[in-house]
C-alpha cells in the first residue's frame, strides 16, 4: 500500500511506484502497480507518463508492463561508484595520513561544490593540524578548495564553463579567488600541468591546502585527495607532503581501474 505525503501526493506516488518496480523482476502491468499501490488509476498514467519521459522507467509494449529505466539505473550506478571508491580509498587514506603525519580528505564535485566523503587522521596530531572545515559531508565552493581544483583542472573547458554559467558562481569567503571563468581557467592551467592543486587563504585566513585527482577506469576526474595546514608554519620540505597525496591518488586511480 502507497504512502503518501501530504506536501506533495504525486512525487509520493512517483518514489512509491519506483520502488515498487525495484522490488520486481520483469514488466509490470499497469493495472497491477495502480491495484497493488492503491493508486487512482488517472493519476497513476500520469506519473507513469512523466517517469518514461524522464527515463525512469520503460514501456514495454509487447509485454503491455513497465519495468525500471536506465535514468533510475543512472542513480544506483552512481550510489555503488560513491560505496567502491570510499571502500577503496580508505586505507590508502589511512596510510597518507601516517606517512604525511597531517589529516587528509576524500572529496568528490557536487556541482560546483566540494563535497568531502571521507577523512582520515595521523596517528598523532601535528603542529601542521589547523581547526578543520571540511569535515565529512560538508559543501564548500570548489573553487576555492585545493581539493575542488585538482577536479576541475582535468575537466575539459566546456564542461567548466557550463559549472560557472552564472555571475554570482565565484563567491569568495577572503576576498581572495578568482573571479571570472577566464582567472579560474588560468589558474587551473597551471595546476594541471604540475599534476596537483593549491590554494593559499582562499577558505580560511590562516590556512592553505594542496589536493591531487583521482581518476576513474575512463581516465575521468572523479574525486581528490587534499590536506589543510597552518600557513604560518613553513614546511621542511612541502614536495614531500605533495608527494604523499600525489602518491596516495595514483594508488587510489589504480585500484579503481
Not at 17 to 30: C, F, K, N
Request: aromatic share 6%.
Amino acid at each position: 500500500m502507497a504512502t503518501e505525503s501530504s506536501t506533495s501526493p504525486a512525487v509520493g506516488r512517483a518514489l512509491d511506484i519506483l520502488s515498487y518496480l525495484a522490488e520486481r523482476t520483469g514488466t509490470v502491468p499497469a493495472s497491477t502497480i495502480a491495484r497493488d499501490l492503491e493508486l487512482p488509476r488517472s493519476s497513476m498514467y500520469h506519473i507513469l507518463t512523466v517517469l518514461t519521459e524522464r527515463g525512469f522507467t520503460v514501456y514495454v509494449p509487447e509485454a503491455r508492463g513497465y519495468a525500471l529505466g536506465a535514468s533510475a539505473y543512472r542513480l544506483t550506478s552512481a550510489y555503488t561508484l560513491h560505496d567502491q571508491l570510499e571502500r577503496l580509498s580508505r586505507p590508502v587514506l589511512r596510510s597518507v595520513a601516517a606517512a604525511a603525519g597531517i589529516t587528509v580528505h576524500l572529496g568528490i564535485l557536487r556541482g560546483a561544490s566540494t563535497l568531502y566523503l571521507l577523512k582520515e587522521h595521523p596517528p598523532r596530531q601535528s603542529e601542521l593540524e589547523p581547526p578543520l572545515v571540511t569535515a565529512v559531508g560538508v559543501l564548500l565552493p570548489a573553487h576555492l578548495t585545493a581539493n575542488g581544483r585538482a577536479i576541475l583542472a582535468q575537466l575539459p573547458p566546456a564542461q567548466l564553463r557550463a559549472l560557472y554559467s552564472r555571475p554570482g558562481d565565484f563567491v569568495s569567503r577572503t576576498g581572495r579567488g578568482p573571479r571570472s571563468v577566464d582567472d579560474l581557467q588560468t589558474a587551473l592551467a597551471l595546476e594541471r600541468a604540475q599534476g596537483w592543486s593549491e590554494e593559499v587563504e582562499l577558505i580560511a585566513a590562516g590556512l592553505r591546502s594542496a589536493g591531487a585527482p583521482i581518476f576513474d577506469l575512463h581516465g575521468q576526474p572523479v574525486a581528490a585527495v587534499s590536506c589543510t595546514w597552518r600557513s604560518r608554519i613553513a614546511l621542511r620540505d612541502p614536495s614531500e607532503l605533495i608527494g604523499h597525496l600525489v602518491a596516495g591518488a595514483k594508488e587510489i586511480t589504480r585500484r579503481l581501474r
